[in-house]
């Protein structure tokens, strides 16, 4: 049994193998410190952290469910910029105003909460860090060409794919949650709700996508739904970085096949 971390509250998780201890920015803490340097936090769909301030040695790995980093303009208008998924890594945002961007559950959501000043950053921790950055500035650059660059129908097909490729293996049959309304999925494409529900009935009766209900939907053939996308934003799966543990496997077996 496997304890990571506790809340301020006394809140602790305890699982056979958390999804965080197998991250690649956790792994570099050894078992015995990760007490010192983790929080778990579990929040309702709507609760918010704040993720918009000066504190940016707050990191955030996702062990179950989704969160959205969000940014709200002084009229109301509210914009997504991440959708965050178990196993990614979330970081705050560098901002002047405290209150521009919120950490957002979008169901019920459990984090693993690290505090990067509550002992020395390693060389190891720093490139840690370094890939996931690069990683989600990937993710951010592609972004930012679907907001600026593809039409609607365009924009979803790209989202329901991503969304798709996210949630496991496999091109054929896959089902997928979404745990999105319709102005979610609107604030984060860029669009507003009457527009995805227009493009969204399009794409049923073309059969790109199966919706079961309104927070779930199946793809019949992810390369049929990726040939509405243009080639370049055509996304392949990556896996996550190993930890040490597999690392250490990994140069075993090259050790071995060198030997023989």
Known sequence: MHTCGGSAAGEVLTTTECIACRH????????????HHQTFRSLKRGDCLD????????????????VAMSATLPDGRRQILHIDMPGDLVCSMLTQDRDACVLEALDAVELCEIDLDSGSAT????????????GRLTRSARQIICLGRLDATERLCSFLADMARRTGPGEENLRVSLPMTREDIADYLGLNAETVSRVFSRIRKSRLAIFLSPTEYVVPSLHDLERRIPIGLRQTRVAQPAGPAATASATQSAQEGNAS
């Open 123 to 134: 060389a190891e921790a720093t490139f840690a860090l370094f890939e996931q950055a690069r």
């Open 51 to 66: 993720a918009g301030s000066d504190e940016t040695s707050r990191l955030w790995i996702v062990i179950s469910g989704a």
């Open 24 to 35: 690649r920015l956790c792994s570099v803490f050894p078992p015995r410190d990760r007490s």
